[in-house]
T-cell receptor
């Protein structure tokens, strides 16, 4: 079945630096790619998403890029702040109701 | 909009008892709801997909007789963990879809189940 690989599993950055998380997938039918942020003991919250008809989307300090040819999409967080520390999950949907989640990246922003 | 309410947020039960978890979509009709299980420091593992008025579809390795799912209306799905054992202790999260698979999932707050 569909598989999503997410890297890195942990990431530490200094406050103010950028953080990049990458996910690769195998099913070329995938057409919707959301990113979720999950704080400890809380629900995953959607932070940004992208659909297959665009290559990049930005929302303030957060951006997502999609390369359908290479089958990977990345989350970019600029000017990181301590409150960005959390676990981030990529996900994708291949045209069904089933979403596939990445393995997660634990981001730690050091003050 | 798109609020999903999940109850209870925490539950402690004894081995052998059953626990019911409710998931409600408050401001939209959820044609499909998903139940996930999450172990510490791990990703979300899909347990089953429930569609209103029909039987749930369970993922491979998930016991349907142990994790009973009912989706009786377009706003409510329940997960019952039957004859719970300590290894069932986990964080259970529901999510709901409005039927548009190009839309994000909306998650409940999760239920922390501890079986003693």
């Amino acid at each position: 079945g569909e598989n999503v690989e997410q890297h890195p599993s942990t990431l530490s950055v200094q406050e103010g630096d950028s953080a990049v998380i990458k996910c690769t997938y195998s099913d070329s039918a995938s057409n919707y790619f959301p990113w979720y942020k999950q704080e400890l003991g809380k629900r995953p919250q959607l932070i940004i998403d992208i659909r297959s008809n665009v290559g990049e989307k930005k929302d303030q300090r957060i951006a997502v890029t999609l390369n359908k040819t290479a089958k990977h999409f990345s989350l970019h967080i600029t000017e990181t702040q301590p409150e960005d520390s959390a676990v981030y999950f990529c996900a994708l949907n291949s045209g069904t109701y089933k979403y596939i989640f990445g393995t997660g990246t634990r981001l730690k922003v050091l003050a | 909009g798109a609020v999903v309410s999940q109850h209870p947020s925490r539950v402690i039960c004894k081995s052998g008892t059953s626990v019911k978890i409710e998931c409600r979509s408050l401001d939209f009709q959820a044609t499909t709801m998903f139940w996930y299980r999450q172990f510490p420091k791990q990703s979300l593992m899909l347990m089953a997909t429930s569609n209103e008025g029909s039987k749930a579809t369970y993922e491979q390795g998930v016991e349907k007789d142990k994790f009973l799912i009912n989706h009786a209306s377009l706003t409510l799905s329940t997960l019952t963990v039957t004859s719970a054992h300590p290894e069932d202790s986990s964080f259970y999260i529901c999510s709901a879809s409005d039927g548009n698979y190009n839309s994000p999932l909306h998650f409940g707050n999760g239920t922390r189940l501890t079986v003693t």
